[in-house]
């Protein structure tokens, strides 16, 4: 397996953990009352377990197991890990924004923050497409 291809997956089940820790924090919150727990929590969970997890994981797997892409195709190495750069840290710094947002609600910098990263991540995915496209047609002479 490529070292690209476990940084996804290892950054995907680390997601994982944060997202189910965060998960039981507002469950402790809410059915024990050990804590507090405000609404961007569970946008912050969400896309810890589906962009973190479930998307970059889904990446690594498709990194891994497409076909090389053809000689001269337009698909480019750099920007398989570009992307992976730049959606981990986007969604580390949305779900930190998300959880800070719960203490700060007025706080417009943190609303603008979000939207920002979430442009980022938006942004990345189709990047990562695109670029992975080449790759579905492979050495096939189709």
């Not at 998960?23 to 377990?49: D, E, F, N, Q």
């Not at 892409?69 to 698909?75: E, L, V």
């Amino acid at each position: 397996m490529p070292p690209l291809v476990r940084r996804y997956l290892r950054t995907a089940l680390g997601a994982l953990v944060l997202g189910v820790l965060t998960g039981l924090h507002m469950s402790s919150a809410k059915y024990l009352g050990a804590g507090t727990t405000h609404w961007p929590y569970v946008v912050a969970h969400t896309h810890l377990l589906l962009i973190g997890f479930f998307l970059l994981g889904t990446m690594g797997i498709a990194l891994w197991k497409l076909p090389a892409a053809r000689s001269g195709s337009s698909h480019r190495t750099w920007i398989d890990s570009a992307a992976y750069w730049l959606i981990t840290f986007s969604t580390l710094t949305r779900f930190t924004l998300e959880v800070s947002l719960g203490y700060a609600p007025a706080n417009r910098l943190y609303q603008l923050g979000i939207f920002a990263t979430s442009c980022v991540q938006t942004m990345t995915i189709v990047l990562f497409v695109a670029n992975c496209l080449p790759r579905i047609h492979g050495g096939d002479s189709d």
